[in-house]
RNA sequence: GGCCCAUUCGUCUAUCGGUUAGGACGUUAGAUUUUCAUUCUAGAAAGAGGGGUUCGACUCCCCUAUGGGCUACCA
C-alpha cells in the first residue's frame, strides 16, 4: 500500500516547485491506489509564518490535489503538525544516545561561532565531525557524573548524530539510481535543538515518515545531500527494514537558469511563482497565478510539464490523464527553467476549450462591479465570441466590455487610418441600411452590406474599418456582423450614429 | 574550498546502441481574415569537449568543462 507525504515548512506561501513536489506525490499515490498525506513540518519556531498553512491547505485545494489524510482533514496518525507531537521526538533522539550513535553537545552559539571564524580565517571549512567531537564540550568525553550534572542543572544542549568515520554508505534513488557517500565528508548534525526544544527537520521526518508508514518519499533535490544522514539514521533506530523508498526531483529554475526559482523572480519577471496570491500579515505580498487569471488545470499541467513527460507527443492532459502516466522513472534528472511563455499559451489552450457558461460565471461578477446588468444568456454569447481572443481569464473583461458599454472614446491610431476620406459619408449611407432592417442577423447583413459596398464600388476595408470603429472604438473584436447580431439593431444604430456624430465629418 | 547531482534546438522535452534526432513553446516567412485574435502551412534551430567500450554511440564507462544543490540549534 503506497503511502506519500507531502511535508511543507509554514515559512511562509508556497511558491510553484512546492506545488509541483506536492502535485507528484498526489500523482504518485492516485497512479498506485495509495494514499496522499499533508504535514506540516513546522519545526522551526523561528521561521513560522501565521497564515501560512493556511494558505497551502488552500493552495492544494485550487490545484485539485486533494489531501486524504493529514492536517485539515485529520487520519488515524493525528496529529499531523510537528510542533504538537514535539514530546514523540526527544524519546528517539535519547534512545539514540543510549545507543551510542548520538551524543551531548554543550557548546554554545558563540563557541561555535568563534571556532568557526578561526578555521575560516585559516581557509579550512569547519564541519563539526568525527575529527573535532572529541575535543569539545560533549558527553562523549564526560564522566557520567558530569554530565549528570550539567543535564540537572539545565544547562542547555543540543544533540548530535554521532557520524561514523570512513564509512560507504550505498543509497538508492528512484531517480537517480544509485548514491555513494562516504560518510567521513558528512558532519555531526544537531538532531535535537537546545533553543525551542524540538528536533530538527532530519529527526522530526525520519521518526513521523516511519511512524506514519510513509513509503515514497518523493521530495526536491535539495535533499539529496541529507539522504546520507537519514539512511543512518533509519538503521540507527532500527528501521532500516521498512525505510521509505526515495525519489529527489529536479529543481525548477529561474528562467535564466541562474539558480531555484525564488519570490523575487516573480517580481522581476512580471509573473507569479505562487499559486495565491500572497497577503501576509507584515511583510511582502505577492501575486499569484489564480489572480492572474489562470485557471488551475491549466496551472497543474504545465506544472506537471516541468520535469516531467508522459513520452511522446502528448502535453494537454487533465488530472486524470496525469495519474494514468505519472511514473517516477519518467521523472527527468535535470532541472528545468520556468518557462512565462509556454504557460500562457497552455492557459490559453484551457481558454479556448473552456465552456461558455463557465466563463460567463466568471464574467457575471466583474460585470457586476462594473454595474452592468446582463443576462446570463447574453454573457455566455459574448464569452464564445472573445474567448479565442483570450489568454488568461483576466483578458475577459478588457475583450469584453464594449458588447455592454457603448464606446465613450474611439482608438487614435485607428480613427486617424480609417475616419479620412470619404469614408465617414460611406458609413452614414451604411447607417441607412441597418436602420432599415428590423433585427440583425450576422450572416443576411453581411450579404447585405457586402452586396451594397460592393455594388457600389466602395472600398471595402476603409468602409468595414470605419464600421468597426463606430461599434467597438478600436480595430479588435469579432466579426463586425456577429458584434451587431450580439448588439441587436437598436444599440448597432445608436452606436452608428453617435461615431457619426462625436467624430469629426470630414477632414477636407 | 569540500561533498553531491546534472548536461539533446533559445526553453520544456521524446529517444531507453542502429532514427533524415521527433514534438511543443518562442521565433521567422506565408495563407486565411474588413480588424484583433484564432486556425493552417512552411522554415531556421540541438546531442558541451576529449578519450574509451562496441561492427555501430545522443544513448554505456572515464576525464575535463559548465550549470545547479548542499555545506545552520532552516526546512
Known sequence: MVRVRFAPSPTGALHIGGVRTALYNYLFARAHGGTFILRIEDTDSGRFVPGAEQYIVEALKWCGIVVDEG???????????????????????????????????????????????????????????????????????????????????????????????????????????????????????????????????????????????????????EWLPSLPLHYVLYRSLGWSDTQPQFAHLPLILKPDGKGKLSKRDGDKLGFAVFPLQWTPEVGDGARGFREDGFLPDAFINMLALLGWSPGGDREIMTMEDMVADFSLDKVSRSGARFDPDKARWINAEYLHHSSDAFLAEYLMPILREHHIEASVAYVEHVCSLVKERATLLTDLWDLSRFYFIAPTEYDQKVVAKFWKGDNPRHLARILEIVKAMDTIQEQTAQATIHDFITQEGLPMGGVMNTLRLSLVGANMGASCFAIMETLGQKESVQRIEQALKILPMNDN
Do not use: C, W
Open 71 to 221: 492536517v485539515s482533514v485529520g487520519g488515524p496518525h493525528a496529529p499531523y503538525r510537528q510542533s504538537e507531537r514535539s514530546e514523540i521526538y526527544l524519546k528517539y533522539a535519547t534512545e539514540l544516545v543510549a545507543k551510542g550513535d548520538a551524543y551531548y553537545a554543550f557548546d554554545t552559539a558563540q563557541e561555535l561561532a568563534a571556532l568557526r571564524a578561526r578555521k575560516e580565517a585559516a581557509g579550512e571549512a569547519f564541519a563539526y565531525n568525527f575529527q573535532i567531537r572529541e575535543k569539545l564540550r560533549t558527553s562523549l568525553t564526560m564522566s557520567p557524573g558530569e554530565l549528570e550534572e550539567l543535564l540537572g542543572n539545565g544547562t542547555q544542549y543540543v544533540i548530535r548524530y554521532k557520524m561514523p568515520k570512513d564509512e560507504q554508505i550505498v543509497m538508492q534513488d528512484l531517480i537517480r539510481g544509485q548514491v555513494i557517500v562516504n560518510s567521513s565528508t558528512l558532519d555531526d548534525k544537531v538532531l535535537y535543538k537546545s533553543m525551542d526544544h524540538l528536533p530538527t527537520y532530519h529527526l522530526a521526518n525520519i521518526v513521523d515518515d516511519h511512524l506514519m508508514q510513509i513509503t515514497h518519499v518523493i521530495r526536491g533535490e
